[in-house]
């Protein structure tokens, strides 16, 4: 049962020895990272035996805790940041990031839009930014083990306050690069305050070396006060050896609206958490989700949406491609507090297997209080439907060609959310690029 | 919906007045000694006249039951049941079951009062044959009577009390028992093998289509005692049986155990029917007393193109927990699963199925409805899964919750699992209160609001009322609307 504590792994025990190691050499308060530490620390690694990680086993997963990335000497954070290919042919004012620590000289601080103020993670927390405030949204998340580690081991970041009223119309772009030939593990929390009726959008891409066994574990905190709009496109090409955690958590005052969308391509075993609480009333959401996955992956969706206000309405649209031996998992789940009448919640999960070998596991979980709302959900699985190949090799599409349109087509209903036409058209180029790899 | 509002107060107070099987019978009881323990379960094994086997299989289930812990995952509530203080066996001390004639008064009684017909030539009189049943009665631990016995055994039909089969036909049982729901399943599946006192032992020989259906009836009278029943059925090769069960409980103010273990096999072309009508003692408006009602139930399609339907209408007990399963082993093989749970009060409702997909080509359908009122909380809980073999496996999943006022809870919890791509799995669920489109229409053609409710809320379990068999729709219509009187007419 979930109450026996088994006996310490290596990686369990590689990360106390870290901790004591790093605890007063981090910034910030270290109570803080302390009472994060011996949570996550009580808990252990999750694994299938812990309901929430049933599908993801993270502590047969991480073997070994790999050692905190220093700060990377500046030449080569350069060119680790010059090598970065995703989003970079958009103009977006960039906020780069080489093995969890923010580079000044591969950014563009001094450039940014008007109304917003970027502030590195690591000076807000020695300073004691009034901002912090605002970190761990979300009340559910902090009962995380993979976000209360990132709590204690996170080095730097950013603080990004968006100014009331404030349209940004240029978006900013978190680059998160890793780099380097031995195992190493990253932990940044980026926190994004959007100040009452203010609007921006942030791109945040994840690439690293193929072949290293790095654990980078990053966390988004997101408030968005009322009448806000934070647009957010995030895609995933992680190292193919990388096991690689991340979280969203988001709280949404009145009228608030969040649009989040994910595509993940690399990494080994990824797990992507989202958070989302409806404090305000009449707040929307949008989460969507695209993954596509090969031989050896393991991909996770775990979202958890809680309306605890009058009139929520989110949609969650999340879409697997499997091809070979690989594993999706989708876990959502929509709670709805007593208080939260009227909301409307919607969340889908599909899932296509190109070859036999695959495996999907989808878990759409409904907890309602109230009665007077209209939730659902739908899960679907399967095979590409022989009809509709037949349809397009009938017109002359060779098979493989006929199957990446569907694909294409079926992943294309969660990109199309996105609101940027330039972080939507860069998506659906990496969804070509992995087709054409297939072959 | 403001009407909803008004009538919350209304539905809290209904339980107790509406459950109308909550009279107790005052009859003499012979009962083992409180608690449990190895000595209790030689003396129930004893008083039944066990094979020696039996009494070591019961022993081995106890002591594997001491290592095990108590499943906390489901979400219901309730304090710890103590083990030690509840009785394992109660049965009348006038229990000659020879005739109905040496049946003590008072237990015909009881089931007169409850509405099941224990004597054949009273059943005989005006009834169309085909629309007999016949009927096991278990009595707290004991049957105390099966009827049509001798008809069925014409057809080559064993259908008795599961004691009676471990005396007359061992060999079936000890190849069957266990087999699908194995001694060390769950907590609960390990406590009912140590100490299962009856149930009913069916078995329909290869291509017999059973000449009725067959039901057991389920009282639980004596205070402070678990009833722990096991129901086997076995349906050979190209067979088909329609079971029915249905289960009753008195008024108390404590807690009363209910632990079930249901097995089924359906070989080569086979098919079950498995019906329940579950309108056990719910418990009172503020939520004292009731029947705990932990049952391990599930079906194995082991032959190919074989079926098991389970169809189900729960509306009573405190707390149920109960998964009706699918093993869908035979290539080809089906199962079904439909269900209306309806809770009411300060009810818990934890249930669901799983359709486990291992041969090829099975298929799969789940229709689970909830209706939640009062201040209850109702989950369904399903896991369909494809294993790698499962070539052109089929689910289709759809769970409907409505809410009946905004005291209560609707959750739908369903696992998806599927490991090759010739599976296809569909499933769909929806939240929902009673639409005001909907309640409009019905009002303005002159319905009062309760009608309207009502009509709406039986065409929103009409999907499963069809699966039933015809005398148990009809009982399934009327008990769902006694559950909801007050929110619904």
Same mark, same amino acid.
């Given at each position: 049962?979930?109450?026996?504590?088994?006996?310490?792994?290596?990686?369990?025990?590689?990360?106390?020895?870290?901790?004591?190691?790093?605890?007063?050499?981090?910034?910030?308060?270290?109570?803080?990272?302390?009472?994060?530490?011996?949570?996550?620390?009580?808990?252990?690694?999750?694994?299938?035996?812990?309901?929430?990680?049933?599908?993801?086993?993270?502590?047969?997963?991480?073997?070994?805790?790999?050692?905190?990335?220093?700060?990377?000497?500046?030449?080569?954070?350069?060119?680790?940041?010059?090598?970065?290919?995703?989003?970079?042919g958009?103009?977006?004012?960039?906020?780069?990031?080489?093995?969890?620590?923010?580079?000044?000289?591969?950014?563009?601080? %001094?450039?940014?839009? !008007?109304?917003v +103020?970027?502030?590195?993670? /690591? =000076?807000? &927390?020695?300073n #004691?930014?009034?901002l912090l405030?605002?970190?761990?949204p979300?009340?559910?998340?902090?009962?995380?083990?993979?976000?209360?580690?990132?709590?204690?081991f996170?080095?730097?970041?950013?603080v990004?306050?968006?100014?009331?009223?404030?349209?940004?119309?240029?978006?900013?772009?978190?680059?998160?690069?890793?780099t380097?030939?031995?195992?190493?593990?990253?932990?940044?929390?980026?926190?994004?305050?959007?100040?009452?009726g203010?609007?921006?959008?942030?791109?945040?891409?994840?690439?690293?070396?193929?072949?290293?066994a790095?654990?980078?574990?990053?966390?988004l905190?997101?408030?968005?006060?009322?009448?806000?709009?934070?647009?957010?496109?995030?895609?995933? %090409?992680?190292?193919? !050896?990388?096991? +690689?955690?991340?979280?969203? /958590? =988001?709280? &949404?005052?009145? #009228?608030?609206?969040?649009?989040?969308?994910?595509?993940?391509?690399?990494?080994?075993?990824?797990?992507?958490?989202?958070?989302?609480?409806?404090?305000?009333?009449?707040?929307?959401?949008?989460?969507?989700?695209?993954?596509?996955?090969?031989?050896?992956?393991?991909?996770?969706?775990?979202?958890?949406a809680?309306?605890?206000?009058?009139?929520?309405?989110?949609?969650e649209q999340?879409?697997?491609?499997?091809?070979?031996?690989?594993?999706?998992?989708?876990?959502?789940?929509?709670?709805?507090?007593?208080?939260?009448?009227?909301?409307?919640?919607?969340?889908?999960?599909?899932?296509?297997?190109?070859?036999?070998?695959?495996?999907?596991?989808?878990?759409?979980?409904?907890?309602?209080?109230?009665?007077?709302?209209?939730?659902?959900?739908?899960?679907?699985? #399967?095979?590409?439907d022989?009809?509709?190949?037949?349809?397009?090799?009938?017109?002359?599409?060779p098979?493989?060609?006929?199957?990446?349109?569907?694909?294409?087509?079926?992943?294309?209903?969660?990109?199309?959310?996105?609101?940027?036409?330039?972080?939507?058209?860069?998506?659906?180029?990496?969804?070509?690029?992995?087709?054409?790899?297939?072959? | 919906?403001?009407?909803?509002?008004?009538?919350?107060?209304?539905?809290?107070?209904?339980?107790?007045?509406?459950?109308?099987?909550?009279?107790?019978?005052?009859i003499?009881?012979?009962?083992?000694?409180?608690?449990?323990?190895?000595?209790?379960?030689?003396?129930?094994s004893?008083?039944?006249?066990?094979?020696?086997?039996?009494?070591?299989?019961r022993?081995?289930?106890?002591?594997?039951?001491?290592?095990?812990?108590?499943?906390?995952?489901?979400?219901?509530?309730?304090?710890?049941?103590?083990?030690?203080?509840?009785?394992?066996?109660?049965?009348?001390?006038?229990?000659?079951?020879?005739?109905?004639?040496?049946?003590?008064?008072?237990?015909?009684?009881?089931?007169?009062?409850?509405g099941?017909?224990?004597?054949?030539?009273?059943?005989?009189?005006?009834?169309?044959?085909?629309?007999?049943?016949?009927?096991?009665?278990?009595?707290?631990?004991?049957?105390?009577a099966?009827?049509?016995?001798?008809?069925?055994?014409?057809?080559?039909?064993?259908?008795?009390?599961?004691?009676?089969?471990?005396?007359?036909?061992?060999?079936?049982?000890?190849k069957?028992?266990g087999?699908?729901v194995?001694v060390?399943?769950?907590?609960?599946?390990?406590?009912n093998?140590?100490?299962?006192?009856?149930?009913?032992?069916?078995?329909?020989?290869?291509?017999?289509?059973?000449?009725?259906?067959?039901?057991t009836?389920?009282?639980?009278?004596?205070?402070?005692?678990?009833?722990?029943?096991?129901?086997?059925?076995?349906?050979?090769?190209?067979?088909?049986?329609?079971?029915?069960?249905?289960?009753?409980?008195?008024?108390?103010?404590?807690?009363?155990?209910?632990?079930?273990v249901?097995?089924?096999?359906?070989?080569?072309?086979?098919?079950?029917?498995?019906?329940?009508?579950?309108?056990?003692?719910?418990?009172?408006?503020?939520?004292?007393?009731?029947?705990?009602?932990?049952?391990?139930?599930?079906g194995?399609?082991?032959?190919?193109?074989?079926?098991?339907?389970?169809?189900?209408?729960?509306?009573?007990?405190?707390?149920?927990?109960?998964?009706?399963?699918?093993?869908?082993?035979?290539?080809?093989?089906?199962?079904?699963?439909?269900?209306?749970?309806?809770?009411?009060g300060?009810?818990?409702?934890?249930?669901?199925?799983?359709?486990?997909?291992?041969?090829?080509?099975?298929?799969?359908?789940?229709?689970?409805?909830?209706?939640?009122?009062?201040?209850?909380?109702?989950?369904y809980?399903?896991?369909?899964?494809?294993?790698?073999?499962?070539?052109?496996?089929?689910?289709?999943?759809?769970?409907?919750?409505?809410?009946?006022?905004?005291?209560?809870?609707?959750?739908?919890?369903?696992?998806?699992?599927?490991?090759?791509?010739?599976a296809?799995?569909?499933?769909?669920a929806?939240?929902?209160?009673?639409?005001?489109?909907?309640?409009?229409?019905?009002?303005?053609?002159?319905?009062?609001?309760?009608?309207?409710?009502?009509?709406?809320?039986?065409?929103?379990?009409?999907?499963?009322?069809q699966?039933?068999?015809?005398?148990?729709?009809?009982?399934?219509?009327?008990?769902?609307?006694?559950?909801?009187?007050?929110?619904?007419?």
């Amino acid at each position: 049962m979930a109450d026996v504590t088994p006996l310490r792994t290596a990686a369990e025990t590689g990360l106390s020895k870290l901790f004591e190691v790093r605890r007063l050499k981090l910034p910030g308060a270290a109570i803080a990272r302390e009472e994060a530490f011996r949570y996550f620390e009580a808990m252990g690694l999750p694994h299938r035996r812990v309901e929430a990680f049933k599908y993801t086993d993270l502590r047969a997963a991480l073997r070994e805790a790999a050692p905190p990335a220093e700060a990377p000497a500046d030449a080569a954070a350069r060119e680790a940041v010059a090598a970065a290919r995703g989003f970079a042919g958009l103009d977006a004012a960039r906020i780069s990031f080489v093995n969890g620590h923010l580079v000044g000289g591969a950014s563009d601080l %001094a450039g940014l839009p !008007a109304g917003v +103020a970027v502030v590195p993670l /690591s =000076a807000a &927390l020695t300073n #004691g930014d009034p901002l912090l405030a605002h970190l761990a949204p979300v009340a559910q998340s902090r009962e995380n083990p993979i976000y209360q580690l990132n709590a204690a081991f996170m080095a730097d970041g950013a603080v990004i306050r968006v100014a009331a009223g404030a349209k940004v119309e240029r978006p900013l772009h978190l680059r998160f690069v890793g780099t380097g030939r031995e195992a190493f593990s990253t932990a940044t929390r980026v926190l994004v305050v959007v100040e009452a009726g203010a609007e921006v959008t942030v791109l945040e891409t994840h690439e690293g070396p193929d072949g290293v066994a790095y654990q980078p574990n990053d966390a988004l905190d997101v408030v968005v006060a009322e009448g806000g709009r934070f647009l957010h496109s995030r895609l995933n %090409a992680e190292g193919d !050896a990388a096991v +690689a955690l991340s979280t969203v /958590s =988001a709280r &949404l005052g009145a #009228g608030a609206h969040i649009e989040t969308v994910n595509l993940v391509l690399g990494a080994v075993l990824s797990r992507h958490q989202l958070y989302l609480h409806f404090a305000g009333e009449n707040a929307t959401a949008t989460v969507n989700g695209a993954t596509m996955l090969r031989d050896g992956q393991l991909a996770d969706s775990t979202l958890l949406a809680d309306h605890a206000a009058v009139g929520g309405v989110s949609r969650e649209q999340f879409k697997t491609v499997i091809d070979g031996d690989a594993t999706g998992v989708f876990q959502g789940k929509i709670i709805v507090q007593q208080l939260a009448q009227k909301t409307d919640g919607k969340m889908k999960s599909d899932c296509l297997l190109l070859t036999d070998e695959g495996q999907m596991m989808n878990k759409p979980e409904l907890e309602i209080f109230a009665d007077d709302v209209v939730c659902g959900h739908g899960a679907t699985c #399967g095979a590409p439907d022989e009809d509709l190949l037949f349809y397009l090799m009938a017109r002359g599409l060779p098979r493989p060609e006929a199957e990446s349109l569907l694909v294409q087509a079926f992943l294309g209903e969660a990109i199309e959310a996105v609101s940027h036409a330039g972080a939507r058209a860069a998506l659906i180029g990496e969804i070509e690029a992995w087709l054409a790899r297939r072959g | 919906m403001p009407a909803v509002q008004e009538t919350v107060d209304r539905v809290r107070a209904i339980d107790v007045d509406q459950y109308k099987y909550g009279f107790e019978t005052t009859i003499e009881m012979e009962k083992s000694e409180r608690g449990i323990s190895e000595d209790v379960i030689r003396f129930i094994s004893a008083k039944k006249d066990e094979p020696a086997w039996m009494l070591e299989w019961r022993l081995d289930a106890y002591r594997r039951w001491q290592t095990m812990k108590e499943p906390n995952w489901a979400r219901v509530s309730y304090d710890r049941i103590d083990y030690d203080q509840l009785y394992y066996y109660a049965a009348p001390k006038r229990n000659a079951a020879a005739s109905l004639d040496e049946i003590d008064p008072e237990i015909l009684k009881t089931y007169e009062k409850l509405g099941i017909p224990l004597r054949e030539v009273e059943l005989l009189e005006g009834i169309a044959p085909q629309n007999r049943v016949a009927v096991d009665a278990v009595f707290d631990s004991v049957s105390v009577a099966t009827t049509f016995k001798a008809e069925l055994a014409k057809a080559g039909v064993i259908f008795m009390p599961i004691s009676e089969a471990l005396r007359e036909h061992p060999e079936l049982v000890r190849k069957y028992l266990g087999s699908v729901v194995p001694v060390t399943d769950n907590f609960f599946a390990t406590l009912n093998s140590a100490v299962f006192s009856d149930g009913s032992f069916v078995y329909i020989p290869p291509g017999v289509r059973c000449p009725m259906e067959l039901s057991t009836y389920f009282r639980i009278n004596e205070r402070d005692t678990g009833q722990f029943e096991r129901t086997l059925i076995i349906a050979d090769k190209g067979s088909y049986v329609s079971y029915l069960e249905g289960c009753t409980a008195p008024k108390r103010d404590d807690n009363q155990l209910h632990a079930a273990v249901v097995e089924l096999v359906a070989l080569d072309d086979a098919e079950i029917k498995y019906s329940t009508v579950q309108n056990w003692y719910p418990g009172d408006n503020e939520g004292r007393g009731g029947i705990y009602n932990f049952v391990t139930k599930r079906g194995d399609c082991r032959g190919a193109n074989s079926k098991i339907s389970w169809t189900q209408v729960e509306t009573g007990s405190a707390i149920t927990w109960k998964y009706p399963s699918c093993i869908l082993r035979g290539d080809n093989s089906r199962g079904e699963f439909y269900s209306i749970a309806v809770s009411n009060g300060m009810q818990q409702v934890d249930s669901g199925t799983k359709m486990i997909h291992l041969g090829k080509n099975t298929t799969s359908r789940i229709i689970s409805k909830g209706i939640s009122a009062g201040r209850s909380q109702n989950t369904y809980r399903g896991l369909v899964s494809a294993h790698k073999k499962a070539k052109g496996a089929r689910n289709f999943t759809n769970c409907d919750s409505l809410l009946i006022g905004d005291q209560c809870g609707a959750h739908t919890v369903p696992y998806i699992e599927s490991k090759n791509a010739s599976a296809v799995f569909e499933h769909e669920a929806t939240t929902s209160k009673i639409s005001e489109d909907q309640m409009f229409y019905c009002q303005s053609r002159g319905l009062t609001e309760e009608e309207a409710t009502a009509l709406i809320v039986n065409g929103f379990v009409r999907d499963v009322l069809q699966q039933l068999p015809m005398e148990f729709a009809v009982e399934a219509q009327k008990l769902i609307s006694i559950s909801l009187e007050g929110s619904v007419g």
